[in-house]
């Protein structure tokens, strides 16, 4: 029953600065991008954890995405030119979600942007694009002729996701973390240095993505946070289900090349300034797309009994095939299912009433709003 | 996957971490469902970790193993099949889900099912307190005895996990 076990050379596996922190938790390791990363800890289950985070504290490892600085006189005209953000208009130590655009529209990659000061920012992308993101910056840069220079951060990167989170992080720092709202960011002193904290992530939680540029420190700062007894590590399968549950894509899942941010339902990623001046790639399809509401949206599905996978067939009254999921799982958090897939926009109604086939039998499953759980940011 | 490196990365990972040897109680539950059907029944299992209890009158109480269920982790959802229904074997007689993952528990042998669990649709949670009791799947009027050659024993499923679990 089950399917074939799913074994890698882990020994081949490239290692994040907390992989002997995920073994001494007994983490069950997995290949995740070319990495090891731990899916579950010992003595844990996949709800467990998952609730751990909506009520406590979780501390992910997410130092196998990739960090990158940019700066130079062109730095801002260069991410403004491969994405469509208003970098020009955010302030200082802020941040935006943000997507890298091919010359069609499309997502290259999704990616959180911080500006640090004019012409200078921080960027993180997905560890399952790094090789193709890596070439896509060289070639723009090449094809665009700008004066960037590109560094890539090393260490670890750490999320801390719940509502205690904040409670947690503080008891460590002098610095007061009321300073710091949701999508801002600062240098904080931690063991002894000063490291990158942004207030945000991946869950729907209050929670902060801390950046320890030194492998041992990142090491240090993980075992200093699962001393308080608020929090625990969690892996990878939690990291799915509680994304999937605040309406955040996952590319390769969600997002691809082929999906522009208009179908995405990411529209709100581009910047007023930026709808006039139309100078990031794939402007004129993607403003043609915003004007005429035609192409098929992201849309939210809840249903119940068998949960819904990525692929399966999302059907209309007729039982014909309308989209598919991207992406779908049985939501701890509401104890029904919940799920993503593309649907056009007369059927992408809040209350349409569609099916969804799994093993040969269509289900009943209803448009729904995302996110699915309601988000609990920290706002000053 | 070169098999000599994965070897070598498994023994070095257990040495970092030394794990007490994993033992899983392949068993069916005394005083169960299964087991108060009639006395001493034949227990066989699949290389997909189902269970099969055999009794007297060929009737036979299918589930998957502990070891299954484990790996499993959370049952979130089962589903089984309407009564009456003909089977061959290796053919899906239901599904078990967790959060993450499906799977189809398929039937070990050929038979008729005449009986599904329908307390487990509604406590999905049984087939990790007890998988090889009061979570069996289905019951199956079985047709062809001889199939159950196939399958093996306990002490073949024990070494079967053994050989597959590191």
């Not at chain 1, 240098?187 to 991946?202: I, N, P, Q, S, T």
């Not at chain 2, 169960?32 to 059907?37: D, E, G, L």
């Not at chain 2, 990790?128 to 306990?154: R, V």
Request: aromatic fraction near 8%.
């Amino acid at each position: 029953m089950l399917g074939k076990r799913f074994y890698s050379d882990i020994a081949a596996l490239r290692k994040t600065p907390l992989f002997d922190f995920h073994l001494a938790h007994e983490g069950k390791m997995v290949d995740y991008a070319g990495f090891a990363m731990p899916v579950l800890y010992k003595a844990q289950s996949h709800i467990a954890s998952h609730n751990w985070v909506r009520e406590k504290a979780g501390l992910f490892d997410v130092s196998h995405m990739v960090q990158h600085k940019f700066l130079g006189p062109d730095a801002t005209k260069f991410l403004e030119t491969i994405t469509p953000s208003d970098l020009k208009g955010l302030k200082p130590f802020t941040s935006t979600l943000s997507v890298l655009l091919n010359s069609n529209g499309g997502i290259v990659d999704d990616t959180i942007i911080c500006k640090h000061a004019e012409n200078e920012y921080y960027v993180v992308t997905n560890a399952g694009c790094r090789d193709k993101d890596l070439a896509f910056f060289r070639e723009q840069a090449s094809r665009l002729g700008v004066n960037v220079r590109h560094d890539l951060i090393g260490g670890g990167l750490l999320a801390l996701q719940g509502p205690e989170a904040a409670n947690v992080l503080q008891k460590l720092t002098n610095f007061d973390l009321k300073e710091i709202g949701f999508g801002e960011s600062a240098f904080v002193d931690l063991l002894g240095g000063k490291y990158h904290v942004a207030r945000g992530g991946y869950t729907g939680e209050d929670g902060f993505e801390v950046s320890v540029t030194d492998d041992a420190k990142s090491l240090e700062f993980a075992n200093a946070l699962v001393e308080n007894e608020a929090v625990q590590p969690i892996g990878l399968a939690a990291r799915d289900s509680l994304r999937l549950e605040a309406g955040m894509c996952l590319y390769g899942n969600e997002l691809t090349e082929e999906i522009t941010p208009i179908a995405a339902r990411l529209a709100w990623v581009i910047g007023k300034p930026r709808r006039a001046d139309k100078e990031f790639n794939g402007a004129e399809e993607i403003l043609k797309q915003l004007a005429e509401k035609s192409t098929p949206l992201r849309t939210g599905l809840v249903s119940t009994g068998p949960a819904p996978r990525t692929g399966a067939k999302i059907l209309d009254k007729d039982g014909s095939q309308v989209g598919t999921v991207t992406s779908g799982s049985l939501s701890p958090t509401l104890g029904k299912n919940v799920a993503m897939g593309y649907l056009p926009r007369k059927l992408a109604k809040n209350g349409t009433e569609l099916s969804i086939e799994i093993r040969g039998k269509p289900r009943p499953a209803v448009v729904s709003a995302m996110p699915f759980v309601t988000p609990n940011y920290y706002r000053k | 996957m070169l098999r000599t490196a994965f070897a070598r990365s498994s023994l070095a990972m257990r040495s970092r971490v030394p794990m007490a040897f994993r033992f899983y109680s392949n068993n069916l539950t005394p005083d169960s469902p299964v087991t108060s059907y009639g006395a001493d029944p034949t227990v066989r299992y699949t290389e997909n970790h189902e269970w099969i209890a055999v009794h007297k009158d060929n009737v036979a109480f299918v589930g998957i193993t502990k070891y299954a269920a484990d790996a499993l982790g959370d049952t979130t959802f089962v589903e089984v099949v309407e009564t009456p229904t003909e089977t061959e074997a290796q053919e899906s007689i239901g599904s078990v889900e967790s959060v993450k993952s499906a799977s189809d528990l398929y039937s070990p042998v050929t038979g008729t099912v005449i009986e599904a669990n329908e307390e487990l649709v509604n406590s999905p949670g049984l087939v990790n307190e007890d998988p090889m009791g009061k979570a069996w799947f289905a019951k199956i009027q079985i047709s062809n005895p001889a199939e159950l050659d196939q399958l093996m024993d306990s002490d073949k499923y024990e070494a079967f996990l053994k050989e597959n679990d590191h």
